[in-house]
């Protein structure tokens, strides 16, 4: 959290006046990538005090990333600030990040509505330099660890500062981020005839980014908790996160909870897929077999935009994306 280097610099050197720098080095890995992040990094940060003795500090860290004859980290990659800069840069690109996840959801749901495709109007979006294609990506949402943890530090920044009109800006993101969840639960009841009640939906994916088991603030917890209040029957099944989705969801364990490794098991008499993270299994999987073990009209959600939704209709399937 911001200020964290000068609370810590005044217990330090709260006996030996001025014995300890402290630096503030945040770190941009990404789950699922972190190896390839360490190696080659976009970016590496590091904020310090503006004093003599602070910017000698930040030097011997910078010849650290920069390695023997800058084996490591190229120079030009390696940026210093004061501390603030840093502290505060860490939740400000985070929260930059999740600003553009809402987004582009947002504007999926106009698509929808209209008739657009949002992969079209991302891909054209994109090509515009001072945007760029990075994170227009239609979903479920944002989740993990750190996105909503930052966003929210910045909105108790703002309110601690008076900036009120800001913190209220930064709020909306994560609010918007919570109604992706329930726009996805509402597309699918209206899509299975405005009931849900005791139908069963295999729910591939409960991981919230592909390549990785983590499960905190997965958007897929918080649509399993909105069916299950409507009481449908759910085969969850993922490759990775199965054992943490057990544990996040003990609260609501009942005989119409299922934990399956197996997605065709998962999906068999179910009334619909519902496909919330994007591994590279789902795509090649038998969806013909699928198909046939399921019950009819058979639905396909896929929050991703990761299958063939051509294909899948020539099978026979319904099928909804986010923003199309």
């Given at each position: 959290p911001v200020h964290t280097a000068a609370a810590m610099e005044a217990i330090l050197n709260s006996e030996d006046d001025g014995k300890f720098t402290v630096l503030s080095n945040?770190?941009?890995?990404?789950?699922?990538?972190?190896?390839?992040?360490?190696?080659?990094?976009?970016?590496?940060?590091?904020?310090?005090?503006?004093?003599?003795?602070?910017?000698?500090?930040?030097?011997a860290v910078v010849d650290i990333y920069r390695g023997q004859q800058g084996a490591w980290v190229p120079e030009k990659k390696i940026?210093?600030?004061?501390?603030?800069?840093?502290?505060?840069?860490?939740?400000?690109?985070?929260?930059?990040?999740?600003?553009?996840?809402?987004?582009?959801?947002?504007?999926?749901?106009?698509?929808?509505?209209t008739g657009a495709d949002i992969e079209e109007v991302a891909r054209v979006m994109g090509a515009d330099h001072r945007i760029g294609p990075k994170f227009l990506k239609?979903?479920?949402?944002?989740?993990?660890?750190?996105?909503?943890?930052?966003?929210l530090n910045l909105v108790?920044?703002?309110?601690?500062?008076g900036l009120h009109t800001a913190a209220e800006y930064w709020s909306q993101v994560i609010k918007m981020n919570d109604h992706q969840q329930e726009r996805i639960v509402s597309r699918l009841f209206k899509a299975m005839f405005n009931t849900l009640a005791n139908?069963?939906?295999?729910?591939?994916?409960?991981?919230?980014?592909?390549?990785t088991g983590d499960t905190r603030e997965t958007p897929a917890d918080t649509v399993v908790r909105l069916l299950n209040e409507e009481h449908v029957r759910l085969a969850i099944t993922d490759p990775k996160a199965l054992d943490n989705a057990k544990k996040d969801l003990a609260d609501i364990a009942s005989d119409a909870l299922a934990f399956v490794s197996d997605p065709y098991k998962a999906a068999k008499d179910a009334d619909a897929v519902l496909v919330m993270t994007d591994w590279a299994e789902y795509p090649t999987l038998d969806w013909a077999k699928i198909y046939k073990s399921m019950r009819k009209p058979a639905?396909?959600?896929?929050?991703r935009n990761c299958l063939d939704a051509v294909a899948l209709r020539k099978l026979g399937f319904k099928v909804l994306n986010v923003g199309k």
């Open positions: 945040p770190e941009f890995l990404a789950e699922g990538t972190a190896i390839k992040d360490l190696l080659n990094p976009d970016r590496v940060l590091i904020g310090g005090p503006q004093t003599p003795a602070g910017l000698a500090a930040v030097r940026l210093t600030t004061n501390v603030w800069s840093a502290e505060l840069t860490k939740l400000a690109a985070n929260a930059m990040l999740a600003q553009r996840v809402v987004s582009i959801n947002a504007l999926a749901g106009l698509c929808e509505a239609a979903g479920p949402g944002f989740g993990g660890s750190c996105f909503k943890k930052d966003v108790y920044l703002c309110e601690s500062f139908k069963k939906i295999a729910v591939f994916g409960f991981a919230f980014k592909a390549n639905l396909v959600f896929d929050t």
